[in-house]
């Protein structure tokens, strides 16, 4: 072996190796080996210079050696890793590697490019293989510089501010404004009412369904009619001056074309992959890049999609070729339009593939497939296979009839129907759509004529609401980032997964809501770092970041410039702020026991409503909770604390309801409301408490003392009085495992003890 090829993946490599053979060797990398070190100055900003502190991953030691030992006994070094910026600089970091671990001298190490694997692309790529592009390594450096600046240095300010354990992000943040701020745009809205009025008439046995659309020449607004009494109002009109004289004016036919959408990127395949089949972005991005690196199909290994990291919606011209053919061959050439399509990619700086994501070879139908896919997996590649041989057929053509229809002189009513006259492309596929319907089309048109006069039968008002905006979904989110140009779309699935690790966001009911954290959060970062979390702000910042991709502008300017007045906010927020200006907000209300401004304030069970005289007033409600909610009493549980002997109280909490001490704070006893099962034994421990059987919040029966928190001895089983014959602990303790089945063992750490238990 004299040549080496390091790709990122073992699966990628498995099926490069197998198109290379015997004169190569190919490994992975296994991704990152290389980051910077995880504390405080590992990036340093001076005057124009960017110093970045490099280490070794630890876990990737044993990659990194035979990695090594392998480029130490080539001749040739192939870095190929994935062909984006990220790889770029993994491929940077690879060979940094070497230089201090082997002698590179008189070997040659090349970058090498494809975003198809193929035979024929890898020996392409191999035969234009190139240097390392420092552009692209110095955009993902700056990247990475940015994004460690603003992590160490605003999450300590949220720490001291808001609550300890709190993080924020260059691009998570922006990110979080955009559901926090859908979230008060919903409690802000108000709806109004508004109505529309349909008529049943006919025409012997055709029925016909009119709207009305026109009164006195003009054009009937959304809101025009907005209560029941305009509406008998006006169908009491219409019944005088119109009654007997419902006539067809006019009846038209129109061809309307609908033309199908481009292959995907990586953004719109997260948003279709959202819709129609229910995938988070994160695991849209884990099966294309399955898809990507090669799967198992009978004896081979094949990779069956191209690159899934690209913002461009072009298709090389033998992939169009080969559709074409398939369209022809599959669908017949009526389906097929007279030149291949085109598409513009929307994005101003479409970079990171050259293609859009598109099978690597479209006679491997999703169907002859099936069987050596996962059902994930082949779900996706049909999606992918679909929608890109749709982009290449013909369009689809719906024709509208529009009947007209006059109700005396001055009424106008509409009556509409559409039926599909060619399918074209939606033979194959119909793009999804967020929180609108697909458009209904009928069977056939009505059969009517001009001037026909046509029978009234009823009237049809119906009232209607308008709605808030529309919550978040994975898909409208991943749009929302794009439109705003916040992170990339490789980044998408990484960011949304961020918010949700952090707490900041609930997913329910596929829709995405801030939690009380990502509120406060949110409103902290719009009033002291609003810039930073603007969205001009952070689309600036990645056409600034391309801009050093194409060599056009120096990484270290833009992160000395970012850096500077980003530093100096957050010495001035975190010396003149208060923690109190920051979780407090006072609310045009008073406290109903001692007529003090009520504030909202946020605690660790998440935001509420209290009294700003607290302590002396003790005032609480829930945040959506009525105005004198809170001003009773908590109710008493009829019996004394065991620890201080004061009354015992229901209380409220992130996780229900609970009993705890009416003495609280000097008194922190609590007990939990969930079934306690008594065993009879004292704890060994404290010798006060009992040892009870508990149920966790995950259902989970678990035992522990009745002293907690006091005492905190736990058991994993349920204890049995009867002293360990080994080490004469007190008690023992019954399990039971699928392998060992029911045994008694000994609660120490020290102690082995163990018995099979026999049941009868």
């Not at 900003?45 to 990737?60: A, L, P, T």
């Not at 990247?143 to 240095?153: E, I, T, W």
């Not at 849209?284 to 191209?306: H, K, P």
Request: proline content about 4%.
């Amino acid at each position: 072996m004299d040549r080496l090829m390091i790709v990122e993946s073992p699966s990628k490599a498995k099926t490069i190796q197998r198109y290379l053979g015997a004169g190569y060797k190919v490994m992975a990398s296994y991704g990152h080996l290389r980051d910077l070190v995880p504390k405080k100055g590992a990036v340093e900003v001076g005057n124009h210079e960017v110093h970045m502190k490099y280490q070794n991953i630890s876990k990737n030691k044993q990659h990194i050696e035979q990695l090594c030992a392998a480029a130490e006994a080539a001749t040739t070094i192939f870095l190929a890793t994935d062909p984006d910026r990220e790889g770029e600089a993994i491929a940077f970091h690879l060979l940094e590697i070497f230089k201090q671990h082997i002698n590179l001298t008189g070997k040659l190490v090349r970058r090498v490019v494809f975003h198809e694997i193929t035979q024929t692309q890898i020996i392409q790529a191999i035969e234009s293989s190139r240097d390392l592009d420092m552009n692209l390594v110095n955009a993902q450096q700056a990247r990475r510089a940015l994004d460690y600046l603003v992590g160490f240095n605003l999450s300590p300010v949220l720490w001291k501010k808001v609550k300890p354990g709190l993080s924020a992000g260059r691009v998570q943040s922006p990110a979080l404004r955009l559901i926090a701020d859908r979230e008060a745009e919903i409690a802000k809205f108000q709806s109004r009412e508004y109505w529309s009025v349909h008529a049943d008439l006919t025409s012997g046995r055709r029925k016909v369904h009119a709207k009305f659309v026109n009164m006195h020449g003009k054009k009937l607004g959304q809101f025009d009619l907005n209560n029941k009494d305009q509406v008998d109002a006006l169908l009491l009109q219409i019944d005088e001056h119109g009654k007997d004289r419902w006539r067809i004016d006019t009846i038209v036919h129109k061809d309307r074309k609908k033309q199908p959408v481009a292959p995907f990127t990586t953004s719109t395949l997260q948003q279709e992959a959202a819709r129609k089949l229910g995938l988070s972005s994160a695991q849209t991005m884990r099966i294309a890049q399955q898809l990507y690196e090669g799967v198992d199909v009978g004896s081979d290994s094949v990779a069956l999609i191209t690159y899934l990291r690209t913002d461009s919606v072009t298709l090389s011209e033998e992939a169009i070729k080969s559709i074409r053919s398939e369209i022809a061959s599959r669908y017949g050439k009526e389906n097929l339009p007279a030149s291949p399509r085109a598409y513009k990619t929307k994005s101003k700086n479409a970079q990171e593939a050259h293609e859009a994501i598109r099978p690597i070879d479209c006679t491997r139908t999703p169907e002859s497939l099936k069987k050596h896919l996962a059902l994930d997996q082949y779900k996706l590649y049909d999606l992918i296979w679909s929608r890109t041989v749709s982009s290449q057929m013909v369009d689809a053509i719906y024709e509208d009839q529009i009947i007209t229809i006059s109700a005396g002189d001055d009424y106008r009513f509409e009556a509409r129907r559409t039926c599909l006259k060619r399918e074209g492309f939606l033979l194959v596929y119909q793009e999804g759509s967020d929180d609108v319907q697909i458009e209904a089309t009928e069977n056939k048109f009505l059969q009517l004529k001009e001037g026909e006069l046509l029978s009234f039968v009823k009237w049809d008002p119906a009232q209607h609401m308008t709605e808030p905006p529309h919550r978040f979904n994975e898909a409208t989110l991943v749009k929302a980032l794009e439109s705003y140009g916040i992170g990339r779309p490789s980044t998408y699935s990484s960011i949304i997964s961020t918010l949700k690790q952090r707490d900041y966001v609930e997913f329910k009911q596929k829709r995405f809501t801030p939690t009380d954290t990502g509120v406060v959060v949110n409103d902290f970062l719009k009033k002291y770092f609003v810039n930073y979390v603007d969205y001009d702000f952070t689309a600036q910042l990645e056409d600034r970041l391309d801009a050093v991709s194409l060599g056009v502008e120096s990484w270290t300017t833009l992160v000395g410039e970012f850096w500077l007045p980003f530093h100096n906010l957050v010495e001035h927020i975190s010396e003149k702020i208060s923690k109190k200006e920051v979780v407090h907000e006072e609310i045009d209300e008073t406290c109903p026991l001692c007529q003090h401004k009520l504030v909202k304030k946020f605690g660790r069970a998440g935001r509420f409503i209290g009294c700003s005289h607290y302590p002396e007033c003790k005032y609480t409600r829930p945040i959506d909770g009525s105005a004198d909610e809170g001003a009773t009493q908590p109710a008493s549980v009829d019996r004394d604390c065991p620890l201080c002997q004061k009354p015992l109280v229901y209380k409220k909490g992130r996780f229900g309801t609970f009993i705890g001490c009416s003495g609280y704070p000097e008194c922190r006893h609590i007990e939990s409301m969930k079934k306690s099962y008594e065993t009879g034994i004292t704890c060994p421990t404290c010798n006060k408490g009992q040892i009870v059987g508990k149920t966790s919040r995950k259902g989970t029966i678990f035992y522990a003392c009745s002293a907690y928190p006091n005492c905190k001895q736990t058991y994993s089983g349920k204890p049995v009085l009867h002293q360990c014959p080994q080490c004469a602990y007190p008690l023992l303790i019954e399990k039971q495992t699928k392998k060992d089945g029911k045994f008694i063992a000994c609660p120490e750490k020290t102690c082995d003890y163990r018995k099979p238990l026999v049941t009868d």
